[in-house]
């Protein structure tokens, strides 16, 4: 793998890839791609022209042509080759995530290894988009049903995964058929890049994955654009509803992935420890910037005894930069991230939640300038609070309290969200009931990030999701294809008919 050019006195370019080439933009509009935990600027992405988005779409609606009738095995061939390539820079690829991201280097190859799954399931292509067969629905007559590529497909991908989201698109979407623009975040375009340098290394046709940078602009563009079919999104719930209302608008297939607030609902049963561990690694873990992170636990009767020690293992936690040994949590993405983070903290103590564990002032040796904000617990939550009614996406806890598994389940489903929630208990009993009273679609029992391997698909609901289908699994491969059925009828050579049919019927 090649790395971005070094220009002399500026930072790297990030290039595009367009129609197998990947070029320099003409774009008068550059962004600093910023390591969060030193503020180095690692490289400058521009954000596209509208010439440039165009190219993209035009390479992709050309690729799509040949590329749709390449044989199934050919399209696998080339997932298969991908698979080996990322598990054979699995550790280059951390490395870059990590320092652009910011997450540790365990954590980063965590992001690209839940990736590399998908690759590995997009290479049972041939089973999955199989169609079927049903012979004689009526005499000599046969339906059958195809499931065929849709077109250009777009992706629009988030931050805080930057090797598995990207990896949730592109490789399901190219393997049933189709071609592909993504527009990765603008924050971390240096993981994805490397994704596309090794799908061009697989052997992907020209102009069969292409990538443009920008922001709201490339976007809208994109899901405006005649000539694309589908678009996928992964991101805020703000610029998701735009994106769900636009790409409808102009008749596309959309899937939007939005943000959340995950409830873990602990009973007093649960096994303590284990519990405790769980619910500190998923709420901490990446800085809390993770769409399936644990943001409220909910403490049910005698666990309500709990919070001290939950404190006091959230306190052993090492906050470093993500490349540091020992690190568990890095900084966050940004400065304004972690003021925003900063600023609902503040929130929270003004409208009255016990600050349990303060994680504002602190500061890292040798990386004075990070956007780090330590791990953070509230106690005391109730549901109209700032904290509780908006997604942190940081390394902060709500406690909220139930007196019963009935009330703890009320509470969650009457949060707007629906990512994902968590019942801890050794109870069968109480999480058959939690798993079908909960209006939430990802449910862990005793697993605190419940996020599906790829033979399922990922399946947040309620305000977290807009679109029927979800990424990856079986629901992905409906998304990217269309269903042809198909009835048929073969006569005879010299054979008669009956004559005239005027009805619908089949005979
Ligand atoms: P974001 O919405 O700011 O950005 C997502 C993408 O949209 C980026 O590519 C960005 O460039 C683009 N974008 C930004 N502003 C835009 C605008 N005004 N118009 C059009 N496009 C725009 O999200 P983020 O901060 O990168 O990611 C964090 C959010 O993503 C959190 O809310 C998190 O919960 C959510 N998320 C959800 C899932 C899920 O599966 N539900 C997974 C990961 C992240």
Redesign the pocket.
């Known amino acids: 793998m090649s790395t971005p050019a070094v220009q002399t006195g500026r930072p790297p370019s990030v290039k595009m890839l367009i129609n197998g080439q990947f070029v320099e933009s003409k774009s008068r509009e550059w962004h600093d791609v910023v390591n969060p935990a030193t503020q180095e600027v690692l490289a400058q992405v521009p954000f596209a022209t509208p010439e440039e988005v165009e190219a993209a779409v035009a390479a992709a609606k050309t690729a799509y042509k040949t590329w749709r009738n390449t044989p199934i095995a050919a399209r696998a061939r080339v997932m298969l080759k991908l698979q080996a390539l990322v598990r054979e820079h699995m550790s280059r690829i951390a490395e870059t995530l990590s320092a652009e991201q910011g997450k540790t280097l365990a954590d980063a190859e965590g992001d690209v290894f839940r990736g590399l799954e998908v690759v590995e399931h997009a290479c049972s292509v041939g089973s999955l988009q199989l169609g079927e067969f049903a012979e004689n629905v009526a005499g000599g007559v046969d339906t059958y049903s195809l499931r065929q590529p849709i077109g250009v497909c777009v992706g629009?991908?988030?931050?805080?995964?930057p090797a598995m989201?990207p990896l949730w698109m592109f490789p399901m979407a190219v393997v049933c058929g189709n071609t592909f623009v993504l527009?990765?975040?603008?924050?971390d375009p240096l993981t994805p890049m490397l994704l596309a340098e090794l799908a061009q290394a697989a052997g992907l046709p020209p102009g069969v994955l292409n990538i443009v940078h920008?922001?709201?602009?490339?976007?809208?563009a994109l899901?405006s654009h005649p000539d694309v079919a589908a678009v996928s999104?992964?991101?805020?719930?703000?610029?998701?509803t735009?994106?769900h209302d636009l790409a409808s608008r102009h008749g596309k297939r959309v899937q939007c992935?939005?943000?959340?607030k995950n409830h873990a609902v602990v009973m007093p049963d649960a096994s303590k420890e284990q519990t405790l561990n769980a619910l500190v690694g998923a709420t901490f873990g990446a800085a809390g910037?993770?769409?399936?992170a644990i943001s409220v636990a909910v403490l049910v009767g005698e666990a309500r005894a709990w919070i001290p020690d939950l404190v006091a293992k959230a306190r052993t936690l090492k906050v470093n930069a993500g490349c540091e040994k020992g690190a568990d949590l890095g900084p966050l993405?940004s400065k304004t991230?972690r003021q925003r983070v900063l600023g609902l903290i503040e929130d929270g103590v003004r409208e009255g939640a016990r600050l349990e564990l303060d994680g504002r002032d602190l500061k890292v040796g040798g990386y004075e300038k990070g956007n780090f904000v330590g791990p953070t617990i509230f106690s005391g939550v109730t549901p109209s609070m700032k904290i509780y009614t908006q997604?942190i996406?940081g390394p902060v806890m709500c406690i909220m309290s139930a007196a019963s598994l009935d009330e703890a389940i009320a509470l969650v489903n009457r949060n707007p969200f629906g990512?994902g929630t968590g019942i801890f208990t050794q109870s069968g009993a109480a999480a058959r009931r939690f798993q079908n009273e909960i209006d939430v679609g990802q449910v862990g029992s005793n697993v605190p990030i419940p996020v599906p391997v790829p033979y399922f698909s990922?399946t947040?609901s309620r305000g977290?999701?807009l679109g029927d289908l979800g990424?990856y699994g079986k629901q992905v491969v409906q998304f990217y294809t269309q269903t042809k059925t198909v009835t048929a009828r073969w006569f005879e050579d010299g054979a008669t008919t009956a004559g005239v049919n005027t009805t619908i019927s089949l005979k």
Request: hydrophobic letters at 40%; one cysteine or more.
């Open positions: 629009i991908s988030p931050f805080n995964f989201i527009k990765p975040s603008e924050q920008g922001g709201k602009q490339s976007v809208e899901c999104f992964v991101g805020s719930t703000a610029v998701g735009h994106v992935m939005m943000g959340a910037q993770r769409c399936m993405i991230a997604e996406f990512n990922f947040g977290s999701k990424p």
